[in-house]
């Protein structure tokens, strides 16, 4: 018997470091699903009102539309599991 199982879009949030020009970063980012696809993000400067990097990539995405299912990290990166298809689709590049 095969299984059903949702299917999620897998959205990835990171510190990009201070530079000498450039203060912290968060960067917000889906990989990509297609070989013939690439990666789409979006650079925010980090905000002193958010305690840390999660924090305001979860705000981001729910200000900006997304319907966050599940969270995740591993060494590099924060995890975000979204069901924004369809209709609801919402590309990085229009993050608030």
């Known amino acids: 018997m095969k299984k059903k199982y949702v299917k999620y879009r897998m959205i990835e949030a990171t510190a990009l470091p201070r530079t000498n020009t450039l203060p912290c970063r968060v960067k917000i980012f ?43 990290e591993h060494r590099d990166a924060y995890v975000f599991l979204v069901d924004n298809w369809g209709e609801n689709f919402i590309k990085i590049k229009s993050l608030k």
């Open 30 to 72: 889906e990989r990509p699903r297609f070989s013939n696809d690439r990666q789409k993000s979006k650079v925010f400067s980090f905000e002193q009102e958010h305690d840390n990097v999660l924090d305001q990539a979860e705000a981001v995405l729910i200000r900006s539309g997304f319907n966050i299912k599940a969270r995740a």
